[in-house]
């Protein structure tokens, strides 16, 4: 077995949040995050641009996003 993804799994850079799969370059993000962006979308963040970049920069943990969103609206 090939060695552990740092990407994948409990991080401790991030509490040990789930982290999810890079996306591979050339995809299409918003197909790619869909549930996540769902999610966001049924919890008022309706900005789709802004909640992609959160969701790339969190490797798509959606609490993680979250909490990148509202620290924008500090």
């Known amino acids: ?3 552990a993804n740092p990407l994948m799994g409990a ?3 991030f509490g040990g949040a789930n982290l999810g799969p890079v996306p591979p370059a050339n995809a299409n ?3 790619f995050y869909k549930d996540q962006l769902q999610q ?3 919890m008022g963040f309706t900005n789709k641009d802004v909640n992609i970049q959160v969701l ?3 490797y ?3 609490e993680i996003a ?3 969103l509202l620290n924008m609206l500090k």
């Open 1 to 3: 077995m090939m060695g």
């Open 11 to 13: 991080n401790p850079l």
């Open 29 to 31: 993000l918003e197909e």
């Open 40 to 42: 966001l979308k049924d």
């Open 56 to 58: 790339k920069e969190s």
């Open 60 to 62: 798509g943990n959606v």
């Open 66 to 68: 979250i909490e990148k």
